[in-house]
């Protein structure tokens, strides 16, 4: 739980006897930390701001200090301070930006205390200067447990101090030890190569902020990653300017505390992950999710391809030939960046990716782990040797830092995601690596679902399509057209088949139906009743007494169990079965289970077709019964699946009155006539189910003999 506490509290005057204004900067969402001792002199001497730190250390209150000179509290004579060459002349550092000393300093209650000391001197281009001391030890000890907080080689916080020009001059022990320098190494060594792991991009603003505005800048959050093993700090940073009495900053203090907030951050984009990815059951579209999560909360620039294993279709890859650039390995599958247009990107979405042999990314697709480089080799003597190309985009578009995962799921590999860094000029770390690991994760159980979804749905639509009729034809009976509308839902493709069979004597029986279940078994077992009406039909039976046969049928079938073990039958399903003769001109329909079909008359009126309803096929229950309906020449007849007009959200009433809307007033096409009874009942929401539509205009004895020539119908997809 975190606690608002106090940080560091300095206090400034414009001169003696001028009002004391104090300043606070406050941490946010930290544990408590004691303020460093910290005060700032101007190039005389006289103390310009004056810490809560030194105030605990020494007794003397800011109030009773800021505007007075630094000798006032100096024991130790000044011509002894080594880092004062110069008698009466405080604080002259010659070349040097900060150097240290052991001076004796006069406490409140009347003792003195040694006390070592480092003063970074910060001079502006006009000569004006200043100087932040920070007492770093007490060589003989101090009185109190909260006296001894306040010295800066003890002090949890990492305090630096950076010029007006955003470098680095000095940084405490914590600093350097946080970064994993040497808590004994120089404080003005160290700095220069600390800064290496900030993003200056980041880093730079806030500074200049603080410079600009001469007012503290509070709760910055800094990241820091060492470039040689990726390890990460998160700091909390206040920063508070620098400036001689009267006169312009001269640089920037940054005191800063160790947070978990780069935890909580990862966590959050862990949350968003679960719910932004795998939003479909397309690969290609789960990809996509992936790189758009990575970017730019991770990563700038993050690509992800896929093996061929996964159906994008085309040419398998290990049919292509190889090309200069290496192997065919991959299809991207999607990338985005932090840069307008992808600039970084040597393939587009659906490209095949080459990669040469021996590269990291055959490493991390076959190997035991991920391929993590924070600072990226280009040079001679690497894999980039043998991938020219690849190289100079690197080179160009300032690449630095990269991360290789594979993306596997129940032993499977899929592919790989390349996360990688340009503007950010912070390496990876391995607190990166785990996070983008852990996206990948997810992102592999989404795509293998989307995999093995895609590949059922692609088996069960070539097989439904290959048992739908190829062409529809009435004969001298009806002119036919139909329309056949796959669902996208999870569930899989439905059972829906449409067929017209011709019969002697010039009739045309015409049939719909919709097999209970989806995916590649229903698509099989609407191929199996098809077969058994085409058989039954052949004995031209009444449909009343084809339905009959048609129910015992399937359910023997199911009975049977027909499919291996593990996969379950199919139990049945819904039909009309309706045989029209153009002699008479007397339609004669049966139904099980279906939804019934739509009567338009010539002059473009439409009703529903009230016939006797049955029970679904295959479940043996009862029998069945026909109505005979005599047409005049050039009535309509629309045979229909309940995916037209059933949703989950509409009731299926509505959805009748909406189909016998758009059947009225019918064109004289019937292709034009299915297209816009499609489109009007679609234009809400995509269909929820597979939808079968077969409109038939008929036609007596004597028209249909001339019109019999005419070539025969495909059903439109």
């Known amino acids: ?86 008698p009466g002349a405080m604080g002259q550092l010659g070349g040097r930006h900060a150097t240290s000393a052991v001076v004796k300093v006069r406490h409140r209650d009347g003792g003195s205390l040694r006390l070592t000391v480092e003063v970074i001197a910060l001079t502006g281009a006009d000569g004006e200067s200043c100087r932040l001391v920070a007492v770093t030890e007490a060589p003989d000890g101090v ?72 007012e503290p800048v509070g709760d910055h959050v800094l990241r820091w990653v060492s470039p040689e093993h990726g390890r990460e700090v998160v700091f909390s940073s206040c920063l508070f300017p620098l400036a001689p009495r009267g006169g312009d900053p001269l640089g920037v203090c940054t005191v800063s505390l160790i947070t978990k907030s780069g935890q909580r951050e990862r966590l959050a984009l862990l949350g968003r992950a679960a719910n932004q990815i795998g939003t479909t059951l397309d690969v290609m579209t789960t990809a996509q999710e992936l790189a758009d999560m990575a970017v730019p909360a991770l990563a700038d620039y993050v690509t992800v391809d896929l093996v061929d294993t996964v159906p994008l279709g085309g040419e398998p890859l290990k049919r292509m030939p190889e090309a200069p650039s290496g192997i065919p390995v991959f299809r991207r599958a999607g ?108 992102a592999a159980l989404s795509l293998d679902n989307a995999r093995r979804y895609t590949r059922e749905r692609a088996a069960a639509l070539a097989l439904q399509r290959s048992l739908l009729p190829q062409e529809l034809s009435g004969g001298a009976a009806a002119d036919l057209a139909g329309r056949y509308l796959p ?139 026909s109505v005979d309906l005599e047409l005049p020449e050039g009535s309509l007849l629309a045979f229909f699946t309940d995916g037209l007009v059933e949703s989950r959200h509409g009731d299926i009433d509505a959805g009748l009155e909406r189909l016998l809307t758009a059947l009225e007033r019918p064109p004289a096409s019937l292709d034009d006539l299915c297209a816009r009874v499609i489109s009007r009942m679609t234009t809400d929401a995509p269909p929820e189910d597979d939808i079968a539509l077969l409109v038939a205009r008929t036609r007596t004895g004597d028209s249909g003999r001339a019109a019999a020539r005419r070539g025969h119908r495909r059903p439109a997809a």
Not at 13 to 35: C, L
């Open 1 to 86: 739980m975190g606690v608002t506490t106090e940080g560091i509290r300095m206090s400034r005057r414009a001169g003696a006897d001028s009002d004391t204004k104090r300043m606070s900067i406050r941490f946010a969402d930290v544990p408590e930390a004691p303020a460093p001792a910290l005060a700032l002199l101007g190039s005389d001497g006289t103390i310009l701001e004056w810490g809560e730190g030194c105030r605990r250390l020494l007794g003397h209150r800011a109030e009773d200090v800021v505007g007075l000179s630094a000798r006032r509290l100096l024991e130790t004579p000044v011509e002894a301070v080594r880092w004062s060459p110069a």
């Open 143 to 214: 009185r109190t447990a909260e006296a001894e907080a306040a010295l800066l080689d003890r002090s949890p916080l990492a305090v630096a101090v950076w010029d007006a020009g955003t470098r680095p001059l000095w940084s405490n022990r914590t600093c350097r030890e946080v970064v994993g320098r040497s808590g004994t190494e120089a404080p003005t060594r160290s700095p220069r190569r600390v800064v290496r792991g900030f993003d200056r991009t980041v880093v730079e603003p806030v500074i200049r902020q603080a410079l600009t505005s001469r």
């Open 335 to 442: 990338q985005s960046s932090v840069h307008e247009g992808v600039p970084e990107a040597a393939f587009l979405v659906g490209d095949v990716v080459y990669v040469p042999p021996g590269s990291p990314f055959l490493t991390a697709l076959y190997g035991d782990q991920s391929y993590f480089e924070p600072t990226m080799e280009t040079g001679p003597g690497t894999w980039l040797d043998r991938d020219p190309q690849r190289r100079l985009l690197i080179h160009n578009t300032g690449m630095h830092s990269v991360m290789m995962i594979a993306l596997r799921a129940r032993g499977t590999i899929l592919g790989i995601a390349v996360f990688t860094r340009t503007d950010n000029a912070v390496p990876f770390s391995r607190d990166d690596l785990l996070l983008a690991e852990e996206l990948c994760v997810q």
């Open 487 to 625: 669902s996208d839902r999870h569930e899989g493709v439905g059972g829906d088949w449409m067929d017209a069979i011709g019969l002697p004597g010039g009739r045309i029986a015409l049939v719909i139906g919709d097999v209970i279940g989806h995916g590649i078994n229903a698509a099989a077992a609407m191929g199996r009743m098809r077969t058994a009406v085409h058989t039954l039909a052949a004995l031209d039976q009444h449909p009343a007494e084809l339905l009959d046969h048609l129910d015992k049928v399937t359910a023997q079938l199911a009975e049977r169990g027909t499919w291996s073990p593990g996969y379950s039958s199919i139990a049945g399903g819904s039909c009309v079965y309706a045989v029209y003769d153009p002699a008479t001109r007397i339609c004669t329909l049966a139904r099980a289970g279906h939804p019934p079909p739509m009567l338009v008359t010539p002059d473009g009126h439409a009703t529903i077709a009230e016939t006797p309803v049955g029970p679904p096929v295959g479940i043996g229950a009862g029998r069945y019964e």
